[in-house]
C-alpha cells in the first residue's frame, strides 16, 4: 500500500494573493479545516498551509479584517510534504515527527497531488481490521499513536530542535 492508495486527490487549493477571507469560504464549501497553499505562476507547487486555527488567530491578533489580510503573511511556510509512493508508515511518522493531522502529496517538483490526512488512515485501519489480514499496513493502535504524538505537547527545548 503507497500513500497514493489512501490520499484525497481533489483538494482545494489557494495562492498566497489570495484573503484569508476567500480561503476560509473554500474551507466552508469544503468542510475542510486546511488548504493547501501553491504558488502564484500556475505550477500548482506547495508553497505554504492554512488552517481555519491560522485565519482566525491572525484576525484576532493583527486586528484586522479576514479580508484585509493576505494568505501569504499568514501562512505556515514550513510544509512538511510526502510522495506519492511513501507507505503509511512514512506518512505516520511525518504525522508524529511534524505534529500535523496532514500533509500535502507531490510529486518530484513539489506540485501537489492530493492531501493525506490522519482521517485517511484512520479509514484505512478499519477497513485493514475488518479484512482479517494478518499483518496490516494500517492498524487502528498506529492511528492511536500517530495522534497522541501529533497532540503531544513540546517543551521548548524539543520544538528549538525539530525546527
Same mark, same amino acid.
Given at each position: ?7 484525497? !486527490? $481533489?483538494?482545494?487549493? +489557494? ?5 484569508? $477571507? ?7 464549501? !469544503?468542510?475542510? @479545516? +486546511? ?12 508553497? @505554504? ?17 479576514? @479580508? ?14 510526502? @510522495? ?42 478499519? !477497513?485493514?481490521?475488518? $479484512? ?24 521548548? !527545548? ?6
Amino acid at each position: 500500500m503507497k500513500v497514493e492508495d489512501l490520499m484525497t !486527490r $481533489s483538494v482545494g487549493t +489557494c495562492r498566497p494573493t489570495d484573503t484569508l $477571507s476567500s480561503a476560509a469560504q473554500l474551507m466552508w464549501e !469544503r468542510d475542510c @479545516g +486546511c488548504v493547501p497553499v501553491v504558488s502564484d505562476d500556475g505550477s500548482n507547487r506547495v508553497v @505554504g498551509m492554512l488552517t481555519d486555527r491560522d485565519i482566525c488567530m491572525a484576525a484576532h491578533f493583527r486586528g484586522a479584517s479576514p @479580508g484585509a489580510l493576505p494568505v501569504g503573511q499568514v501562512m505556515s511556510k514550513a510544509v512538511r510534504t510526502i @510522495g506519492p509512493l511513501e507507505t503509511p508508515a512514512d506518512a505516520k511518522a511525518a504525522m508524529s515527527d511534524s505534529q500535523v493531522r496532514r500533509l500535502p502529496v507531490v510529486d518530484e517538483d513539489e506540485r501537489l497531488l492530493g492531501l493525506i490526512s490522519l482521517a485517511d488512515l484512520a479509514r484505512a485501519a478499519v !477497513r485493514e481490521s475488518a $479484512s482479517k489480514k494478518k499483518k496490516p499496513e494500517v492498524t487502528e493502535k498506529g492511528v492511536a499513536e500517530t495522534l497522541e504524538a501529533i497532540c503531544s505537547v513540546r517543551t521548548p !527545548r524539543q520544538a528549538a530542535v525539530s525546527a
